[in-house]
């Protein structure tokens, strides 16, 4: 175990947030706002810790293994969502330090789950934090630093913190170096988010209002400034919402094929299809269930396509309180809840792509029992199937649904009703944001305890990073030095 290599690169991130934090700290001069202050602290406080870890764990051996990015992609983490969580709490707009950990970590997970009950009563320079630590988390801080740090050695071992950090059963590289594949996927990254704020501020929405709800949608995380979430915007406002969160629901990869000009894989991509297909039938059978409570069916058409879209990609914007709406529907956005995007891109959930590797590995094996001397195999586009994905998914669901089971019997210890923890549970792992009943979209987690809060950040960090980097960090072994 290279412990001061894990160590030197986590006091990078924390220089990294700092520098990311100059940006809300100038939001907050621009409106001559008391938080300023706040951000000033914070951000000496992570000049201190990261100048110190750089210079007192200078490692003379710079390799990266599986091991040290695991470790590596679990203390930033912690360690962003910890120090991230300091301006709302230094400004005492959130006098709870618990309350403010868990709106970090909310915001840098992308889930969008919030404590907030006057939302409107928070400075813009916050608010911009809060919407930007979607941003910063959709496509990855250390996906960030790769991008735009220079190696020093270990770019070849780079893949293993992409790896671990990068949501999906299978990650790889677009072209041969890693450094090379994060500023591709950021350059996408970037320009999808500024196609969005112009679309918007041409639909009449403030550049302030654009610039967050972009930051929210590209991160699929969901975190609105006003208490209605989108519901107050124009339908066009709406659409446009709409159609680019189901954008950052596609796996980047597609669009990187898209601008080489290689159409062919990327219209034989079976996970696409699935996705999309997934999507419109979702939306036909909510418009045709919701149509008796709106005046016609555009707008049945609309919200059915909004929540669709903010539920399966995991975002948490919402237009309307699904929480009224017939059983059928909520039932549908409950099974979205844990399919989730594409792999590959800013979404959470399982991913279509594991949906797609369990039904084959069902095909597969009930195949076998019918004929037990064929030979088959897990195919995805025509392809064998990765078998270390195959062979990891039985492990992953294990570990996914057990987890999920365990912080909703802890929930079940607070004093809510069945639905409201299950949907909590469910939501805060598959970094969905709101559920239904006492975390519905009209409502927030406010109302949970402090220990519970707690419990669902970790099932947030648990959700984004796909369980296995959390789960080695706490094995004693790992930090050996074998």
Request: proline share 4%.
């Amino acid at each position: 175990m290279n412990h001061k290599m894990v160590l030197f690169t986590t006091g990078q991130i924390i220089l990294l947030e700092a520098a990311l934090l100059l940006l809300p700290l100038i939001a907050a001069a621009v409106y001559g706002e008391g938080c300023i202050r706040a951000f000033f602290f914070t951000i000496l406080i992570c000049l201190v810790c990261g100048v110190g870890l750089i210079v007192l764990c200078k490692p003379k051996n710079r390799v990266i293994y599986a091991k040290e990015g695991f470790l590596i992609v679990t203390l930033s983490w912690l360690l962003l969502s910890a120090l991230g969580a300091l301006p709302f709490y230094i400004s005492r707009e959130i006098p709870s330090y618990i309350d403010a950990f868990f709106e970090t970590v909310s915001g840098f997970t992308t889930t969008g789950a919030s404590i907030l009950v006057n939302l409107e009563e928070l400075s813009r320079g916050l608010l911009f934090w809060r919407s930007f630590t979607h941003w910063i988390g959709g496509m990855g801080v250390l996906v960030l630093m790769m991008a735009i740090v220079p190696s020093s050695g270990s770019s070849g071992r780079s893949i293993h913190i992409m790896r671990a950090e990068m949501p999906g059963p299978v990650v790889g590289k677009l072209v041969p170096r890693v450094r090379e594949t994060a500023k591709i996927l950021y350059i996408i990254y970037i320009v999808m988010t500024a196609a969005q704020v112009i679309l918007m501020c041409v639909g009449g929405m403030p550049f302030f209002d654009s610039l967050l709800h972009a930051f929210g949608t590209a991160g699929t995380g969901g975190f609105g400034i006003r208490a209605d979430s989108i519901a107050s915007y124009s339908p066009f406002l709406q659409w446009v919402i709409t159609v680019f969160m189901l954008l950052f629901g596609v796996n980047f990869n597609l669009y990187y094929l898209i601008l080489i000009r290689s159409f062919r894989p990327v219209l034989r991509s079976s996970e696409l299809w699935c996705y999309l297909g997934i999507v419109g039938i979702s939306v036909a059978l909510i418009t045709g269930n919701i149509l008796p409570l709106y005046h016609s069916i555009a707008d049945a058409l609309r919200h059915a396509s909004f929540q669709v879209a903010t539920i399966i990609t995991t975002t948490g914007y919402a237009t309307t309180d699904f929480n009224l709406w017939p059983q059928f529907s909520k039932g549908i956005l409950f099974v979205l809840m844990f399919i989730g995007g594409c792999a590959g891109s800013t979404a959470g959930g399982l991913k279509v792509s594991r949906i797609m590797l369990m039904l084959g590995n069902a095909r597969r094996d009930l195949s076998k029992m019918l004929h037990p001397r064929s030979v088959s195999v897990v195919q995805i586009d025509g392809k064998k199937a990765d078998p270390a994905a195959v062979n990891g998914l039985s492990t992953y669901l294990t570990l996914y649904f057990l987890m999920i089971a365990v912080v909703f019997l802890i929930l079940c210890l607070e004093p809510f009703d069945f639905e409201t923890n299950l949907t909590a549970a469910v939501s805060c792992f598959n970094n969905v944001g709101p559920g239904f009943g006492a975390v519905g979209p009209a409502s927030s987690y406010a109302a949970y305890s402090a220990g519970a809060k707690l419990v669902l950040s970790a099932a947030m960090l648990l959700g984004r990073l796909e369980i296995i980097p959390l789960v080695i960090a706490v094995i004693p072994s790992t930090w050996t030095k074998k």
